[in-house]
């Protein structure tokens, strides 16, 4: 009887939290009503800008919240006006009410306290974020989130091969340096600090390094040299046998999907498992493109969205963050005639009309299932990224 009674205090306790919560979120739409979001995120690509656009009506309509994007080029830059605004004690009406992020810009903003929040667990589609299965969400390149961004897509690092040219495909760093020594010119990576690039070379490092473990943590600069000989040995030897020799490189990962394309190149690589179905389904490359992992996995993370500290707009920021995270949302951005990019959601915990929306998502001709994704390598700790960039430029910026 006592365990009946305790039973249905929990049950009278929940429905008060529930309806309180409620209560409370129906204050937070209420009062956005009306305001103007301005949205700060990458703007290089039509597919991703569509999407924002086609988002943006969306809100309009059910919550009549304005989004404006604000196309960045690097957020980086948008962090450092965000923290001049703070230097100026422009403590409300900031120019920036949610912006897209992750990894040192996250760290970054932490740790200079320009985030609003935590605010992520007041959003009602937060419940349906797989933080169980899915740890990148709540770790960004091994920094906490403590909930001050919320969860928007995930992301993966792909090899990207015609099948037309390749009967196989490299397994690992290794395989790839014997497939560029016999196929002279048909491998490169982007420039640092290109972000494909970075990726690429934090994946080879993951790979050559002796102990991974020490890439979990912060950077000791008396043993980087040590712990990344293995790296620079490794791109000494492969560079020769890159496109133009290794004496040019690619800008960025759409100039690579262009080499790819044109059959400059044999392999690219994407952070988007859908990117090469996306490239196939509007054109930019052909149907017998198709992507590939290493043996021992590679490397994944979570992408964010944030309020500053400054929103003039934070609710409308949190209406628009949570529709975002709403499986009509979800659903869309991951089918790859739209984006491609994978969810963040828990997708067991959907039923009906919400399960139905992913069910109808189409496989991409060239994308891995999840399980042909195998093992996702965390990101290395933040601080690895500028030290290695640093030292690629040093070694062999022209």
Known sequence: MKRLFLILLGMIFLSGFSQAFAQDWDKIVKKAKGQTVYFNAWGGSQPINEYIRWAGEQVQKKYKVRVIHVKATDIGDVVSRILVEKAAKKNKNGSVDLMWINGENFKAMKENKLLYGPFSQELPNYRL??????????????????????????????????TKNM???????????????????????????AFHGTTFIKQALYELIKDPRVLDHPVVLPDFEKNTRPLWDFLDKLHPFLWRKGKTFPASGSQMLSLLNDNEIFISLSFNPNSASNA?????????????????????????????????????????????????????????????????????????????????????IATLTPKELGRVLPEPHVSWVDALEKEWLKRYSK
């Open 129 to 162: 974020v797989d933080t169980e299965n899915k740890k990148t969400v709540l770790y960004d390149f091994t920094v906490p989130v403590d909930n001050m961004e919320s969860p928007w897509g995930m992301a993966q690092l792909v090899f990207l091969y015609n």
């Open 167 to 193: 009967a196989t495909h490299p397994e690992s760093m290794s395989d790839l340096l014997l497939f560029a020594r016999n196929h002279p010119g048909r491998f490169t990576y982007p420039a640092i600090p």
């Open 280 to 364: 196939i389904e509007n054109g930019e490359l052909p149907d017998t493109i198709r992507t590939y992992i290493h043996t021992t996995g590679t490397i994944g993370n979570s992408h964010f969205v944030a309020i500053p500290f400054n929103s003039s707009a934070r609710e409308g920021a949190m209406v628009f963050a949570n529709f975002l995270l709403s499986p009509m949302a979800q659903a869309r951005k991951a089918d790859p005639k739209i984006w491609g990019d994978p969810t963040v959601l828990d997708t067991r915990k959907l039923k009906g009309r919400d399960k139905a929306l992913f069910d109808a998502v189409p496989k991409g």
